[in-house]
């Protein structure tokens, strides 16, 4: 096909795209939340009749023991023809609170060209970038595709090394292309150099065996959440950067991240400031970071007069990427423990770590990807660094380092993914296509 034919397809195809994208969004793929299993069930069935309706030859289900369903897609390569792997996750990310939302958050609505709804961008686009592709290709694409689509992306991949262990020979492919990740801005496309890694831990403080009166012995016992707000602030120095020993710091893309920009784009209120040190693409991309993203205390509207026994954190942090994840946990709690302030008892709960990974861009099959987004989106597209993780990417470096790797997306500054009100430009959803289905063309032209 011509660049002409694909651009006329695409187009033709984009009307239908949409609304099995809004079908999927209304499936509440919640992958973190027991509660909605079989809704991760039956959104891995959506995808997979899709592929079918696709023409798919094989399609499965599949997940490694006690995983959440994937969804595997091959089409044989014509001989002679490379093979692509395309990815992405159909789990999401809870909805937060309700209320907050503009419209329904599993209803998709369409306000001065995007569309808004839980995962529409995170990551059932991603899905449906791949799908819209294989159609432009009438169901028969030039190279070989396997189309693999996680289920657990949401709750960190935990089972995709054994998933990986037990299916490799059936995602292994000459390039493999996650389509999770982020542009530069909307109408300037991107590639993902580097990701940072992720680690996270439980931690609880106990000061008591039991609950007492607040007035009766306030200022001669600890409380056990006062004293788990003291030993949580010892994770930052005053600026707010990271203040845990044995963390590393990696290099990053030389761009420049306006501050006005990134005011504007994350919402920070008037007299707030930036936390950290170093340039924003180093703080956010190539940085540790330590965020609190839960507590376990007694709630503002049950309060009483009274001295908590114990309280608990999660506390997560972001890692440079290359640094060792499991390496850094032990780090983090290392400090915890040794800075428990009054003799606190600290014990450590839930856990888990993901290393992150530097992605080369070198070689005939990236330059394609180049060309191919560059004709797509009518400009060159920026290197970029991620401050979110995917832990799949360093798990695939490791197994497969003779494999291309392209970390694309959809995303866009505007997009709050994991927020209030996701949403997802449709100008740059149709351009993602079209860039995906330029680049195959491409590769099948290769001798």
């Not at 651009?7 to 939340?33: F, K, Q």
């Not at 937060?96 to 808004?116: A, H, I, M, N, Q």
């Not at 961008?121 to 294989?134: E, I, W």
């Not at 990427?321 to 709960?349: I, N, R």
Request: a negative charge; glycine letters at 10%; aromatic letters at 6%.
């Amino acid at each position: 096909m011509t660049e002409t034919d694909l651009r006329e397809a695409v187009a033709r195809e984009l009307p239908g795209v949409i609304d099995d994208l809004t079908r999927l969004v209304a499936i509440r793929s919640i992958s973190a939340m027991p509660d909605h299993d079989a809704d991760v069930r039956a959104s891995a069935e959506a995808v997979a009749q899709l592929l079918r309706e696709a023409s798919c030859p094989d399609v499965q289900i599949l997940s490694a023991d006690g995983g959440k369903p994937a969804v595997v897609g091959r089409y044989p390569a014509p001989e002679g023809k490379p093979t692509v792997t395309l990815y992405a996750h159909h789990d999401v990310q809870p909805m937060g609170d309700e209320e907050l939302w503009t419209s329904d958050p599993f209803t998709v609505s369409e306000r001065d060209g995007r569309l808004y709804a839980r995962g529409v961008a995170d990551d059932k686009a991603g899905v449906a970038v791949h799908l819209a592709v294989l159609r432009a290709f009438g169901g028969k694409p030039p190279v070989g595709v396997t189309v693999f689509v996680e289920g657990e992306e949401e709750s960190g991949s935990p089972t995709m090394g054994a998933f990986l262990d037990e299916h490799a020979d059936l995602v292994r492919a000459d390039a493999f292309v996650i389509c999770d990740s982020a542009n530069w801005t909307v109408g300037s496309p991107a590639f993902t150099t580097t990701l940072r890694g992720l680690a996270d831990v439980v931690v609880e403080v106990r000061t008591l065996d039991h609950a007492l009166h607040s007035g009766q012995y306030g200022g001669v016992v600890p409380d056990a959440v006062t004293t788990l707000c003291k030993l949580l602030g010892t994770l930052w120095d005053d600026d707010g950067s990271v203040a845990v020993e044995g963390l590393t710091v990696d290099d990053v893309a030389d761009l420049d991240y306006p501050e006005d920009r990134l005011r504007e784009e994350t919402g920070l209120l008037d007299g707030v400031g930036f936390i950290g040190r170093g340039s924003l693409v180093e703080r956010m991309w190539a940085q540790p970071t330590i965020t609190v993203i839960g507590l376990d205390a007694t709630p503002v509207a049950r309060a009483s007069n009274t001295l908590a026994p114990s309280a608990r954190a999660k506390v997560s942090m972001r890692l440079a990427p290359g640094q060792d994840a499991d390496a850094a946990l032990a780090a983090l709690k290392k400090h915890l423990s040794e800075h428990a302030p009054f003799g606190a008892q600290v014990s450590f709960g839930e856990e888990g770590a993901a290393g992150g990974t530097n992605v080369p861009f070198e070689g005939a099959v990236t330059d394609a990807a180049f060309a191919a987004l560059s004709e797509s989106f009518g400009t060159e597209p920026v290197f970029i660094g991620q401050g979110g993780s995917i832990p799949l990417a360093a798990d695939l470096r490791a197994r497969f380092p003779e494999m291309d790797l392209l970390v694309t997306g959809v995303v866009d500054p505007d997009t709050r993914m994991h927020g209030i009100d996701e949403s997802l430009s449709v100008a740059d959803f149709e351009k993602a296509i079209l860039g995906e289905a330029l680049w195959i063309s491409k590769l099948a032209e290769r001798p």
